[in-house]
């Protein structure tokens, strides 16, 4: 049962992690696309704090011609997909 969920959670992530990536690649590439406007919202509310986050722990930041905070998203799924999976091992 609970590894079930961590599966289910573990999917999830790496939804929202290619979902990311695609966000990232189509904002350079096709930033009108319909694609880019169904995203839009559901990745700008992921992003958004990790933004200020960063704006606030690294103000020179917002000078940047570029956007640190999808990094700074990847990176903390990548440790929680790693969590998620030791403790799907251990059970």
């Known amino acids: 049962m609970l590894s079930t ?5 573990i999917l999830f992530l790496q939804v929202v992690s290619t979902a990311l990536l695609i966000y990232c690649l189509l904002s350079y590439i096709a930033p009108g696309s319909r694609v880019m406007e169904f995203l839009r919202p559901h990745m700008e509310g992921i992003l958004y704090p990790f ?13 940047s011609p570029f956007d640190f ?23």
Do not use: E, T
């Open 5 to 9: 969920l961590f599966g289910i959670l």
């Open 51 to 63: 933004r200020q986050l960063l704006y606030k722990w690294f103000p020179k930041l917002m000078n």
């Open 69 to 91: 905070s999808p990094l700074a998203v990847c990176l903390v799924i990548d440790i929680l997909l790693q969590l998620l999976r030791m403790l799907q091992r251990a059970l």
